[in-house]
Structure formats: C-alpha cells, structure tokens
C-alpha cells in the first residue's frame, strides 16, 4: 500500500544511526568534560576508526601528530591513547598495577586467547609471567632461544636472497610473519611450524591464527560486535572458523606433549 513516505535503504538507516551515535556521544562528552581540564581532549569517536579502518595506524598517526595523548569515545565509555614517553612509562612500571586490561578486553579477546598472559589481570597475570620468564630468561636465550632465532633468521635470509637473485617480488612482511611465528613456536610451544618452508599445516594454523587476531581487534573499534557474534554473521562468524582452526592444530600439539611427557621424552623437539 502507498503511503507517500520515500522509501529508505538498510544501509542510510544504518549510517543515520551511526551518526546519531556520534553526535551524542559528542554531546556527551562536552557536558561530562566540562570544568575537567585535566582529561585528554577528545580527537574523535570509535566510529572514525570504522570509517578509516583501512589506514587505521595513518589515522591514529595523524592524530598523535595534533595530540600526545587523547580521547576516542564509545557508547558508554571512552578511550585514552597515548605517545608520550613519560605516560607510558607511568602506566607500565611506575604505577603498572593500576592499570589492568579489564573486563572490557578481556571480553573481547578471551575467545581467541582464553585467560593466557595476554588477556588476565592480577594474580593469574603474575603467574603466567612467572612461567613465561623461563622461556625468556637470559639463559634460556642464549642457550636455546637464540639458537632458534639464529637458524630462522638465516633461513629467511637464504629466501630473500634467492628471491632477490632471481628478481622475483617477495611479500616481504608476510615472510618476516612467518619466520617470527616460526621462531616464537618452536620456543614457546615445541613445534617447529615450518611455514617458511610452506608446510600445509603449519601454513594453514599460522594463516588462521593473523586473521583471527584481526577479526579480534575489529571487535575494539566494532561498536555492535556482539550482536554479530550473536547472530553469527561477517567477521564474528569468520573469527569463529578460524579459532576452530586454531584450536583444532594447538590441541593436537597439547596431547602430543602430553603423551611425550608421559613417555618419558619431554626433549623439545626442533
């Protein structure tokens, strides 16, 4: 039935939403921020990072140029980022523990990370960084973590080199990805991925576990992201493959450990 009104597309009422959301959460800033010049001023909303998410660190860059330190607001919240030396260093050392990741993070990263070092807070945090240092330590480095990094390094070096002999193009930071990933597993984990090498496998995990780690960070600058994962749709129902993906090949690897240590042959293998 006509009714003389013009027909709006899914897509305008979507943005008109999203502008609307913009506005208030300017609005809103303004009346809380007034008289508290000691906030950070606001360079803009989480929206204006969807818009410039595909140049999102040129965005922040040009940002920190105007500001060391500002605001991004969200609804319902508001976030500080900073490039000032002297605030970092307060956050991390002087006053670090004041300054816990949060229930905010933790909720959007334990799904790929669980409650591992990069997501706990606290006492949890204290004993994941406790075991981590083992593997970290200067000894360690120098008698086994070094050896690693120095055969991945040389193993890297060798493709570059072939490639730049033969003037063929190379994705120079997609190798740099795997040899770190090869390096950090084989320490941290016992498996030598190989992907350097173009194992399937480890091929097929280290590919699952970048965009899973970049479907995870759209969750930060996502205002509706539970609602996707609820329905099961774009990014969340791919962050959901890949974790499979991920947790699938990680599993595999823990039982195997488990079976080696049981066995008696706890060697890390290579």
């Known amino acids: 039935?006509?009714?003389?009104?013009?027909?709006?597309?899914?897509?305008?009422?979507?943005?008109?939403?999203?502008?609307?959301?913009?506005?208030?959460?300017?609005?809103?800033?303004?009346?809380?921020?007034?008289?508290?010049?000691?906030?950070?001023?606001?360079?803009?909303?989480?929206?204006?990072?969807?818009?410039?998410?595909?140049?999102?660190?040129?965005?922040?860059?040009?940002?920190?140029?105007?500001?060391?330190?500002?605001?991004?607001?969200?609804?319902?919240?508001?976030?500080?980022?900073?490039?000032?030396?002297?605030?970092?260093?307060?956050?991390?050392?002087?006053?670090?523990?004041?300054?816990?990741?949060?229930?905010?993070?933790?909720?959007?990263?334990?799904?790929?990370?669980?409650?591992?070092?990069?997501?706990?807070?606290?006492?949890?945090?204290?004993?994941?960084?406790?075991?981590?240092?083992?593997?970290?330590?200067?000894?360690a480095l120098r008698d086994f973590s070094g050896g690693v990094f120095n055969r991945d390094a040389a193993k890297l070096a060798h493709i570059v080199s072939g490639n730049a002999a033969a003037k063929q193009p190379m994705d120079f930071q997609d190798l740099l990805m795997k040899a770190t990933m090869d390096s950090i597993f084989t320490i941290a984990v016992g498996v030598d991925l190989d992907t350097l090498s173009g194992s399937e496998e480890g091929s097929r995990f280290a590919a699952a576990l970048d965009d899973a780690s970049e479907f995870t960070l759209l969750r930060f600058v996502n205002a509706f992201w539970k609602v996707s994962r609820f329905l099961n749709v774009g990014a969340e129902a791919a962050l959901r493959r890949r974790i499979e993906v991920v947790d699938e090949f990680m599993y595999k690897r823990i039982r195997a450990r488990a079976e080696e240590i049981s066995d008696g042959d706890i060697g890390v293998q290579g």
């Not at 897509?11 to 921020?33: E, N």
């Open 1 to 139: 039935m006509a009714t003389g009104m013009p027909e709006c597309s899914p897509a305008l009422l979507v943005a008109a939403g999203l502008a609307v959301l913009a506005i208030c959460s300017y609005l809103a800033a303004i009346v809380v921020g007034r008289g508290a010049a000691r906030y950070p001023p606001v360079a803009g909303t989480v929206f204006h990072q969807v818009y410039h998410l595909r140049r999102l660190h040129d965005y922040y860059t040009d940002l920190f140029r105007e500001h060391a330190t500002f605001r991004l607001l969200a609804p319902g919240r508001r976030q500080i980022y900073t490039s000032d030396t002297a605030v970092v260093e307060y956050i991390l050392r002087t006053n670090f523990a004041n300054y816990g990741k949060g229930a905010s993070n933790y909720d959007k990263t334990s799904d790929l990370f669980g409650d591992g070092i990069f997501t706990a807070d606290g006492d949890k945090w204290r004993q994941h960084r406790k075991i981590a240092s083992y593997d970290f330590s200067a000894r």
